[in-house]
Nanobody, 125 residues
Framework: QVQLVESGGGLVQAGGSLRLACAAS????????MGWFRQAPGKERLFVAR???????YYADSVKGRFTISRDNTKSTVYLQMNSVNPEDTAVYYC???????????????????WGQGTQVTVSS
């Protein structure tokens, strides 16, 4: 049974930083591409960042230069370092896994096979 468990969410002030983690189990982590998405209340789930199995990253324009995605295949964990956050970053953040480990650009939520339960990030102004 595949499980993705996010952690690290919380309340942060604008301009601050937060680091999210997503621990995976039940799959061969090094064979999966990993992504982060976010969903604000009443909005659709949007792509944030993706990382291939060999560490190539791709970002949404809205977070480029502020967020960094990384992974540790030895710990089956993917991270999202969020810097210079602003209130528009407030959302539930989800990690996701897909079976295309080397595809760099994969921004549709429907393209991912497994999802975590999400972690809330709230940025105060």
């Amino acid at each position: 049974q595949v499980q993705l468990v996010e952690s690290g969410g919380g309340l942060v002030q604008a301009g601050g930083s937060l680091r999210l983690a997503c621990a995976a189990s039940g799959l061969t982590f090094s064979s999966y591409g990993m992504g982060w998405f976010r969903q604000a209340p009443g909005k659709e789930r949007l792509f944030v960042a993706r990382i291939t199995t060999i560490g190539t990253a791709y970002y949404a324009d809205s977070v480029k230069g502020r967020f960094t995605i990384s992974r540790d295949n030895t710990k089956s964990t993917v991270y999202l370092q969020m810097n210079s956050v602003n209130p528009e970053d407030t959302a539930v953040y989800y990690c996701a896994a897909d079976r295309s480990p080397r595809v760099i650009v994969r921004i549709g939520a429907h393209e991912y096979d497994y999802w975590g339960q999400g972690t809330q990030v709230t940025v105060s102004s």
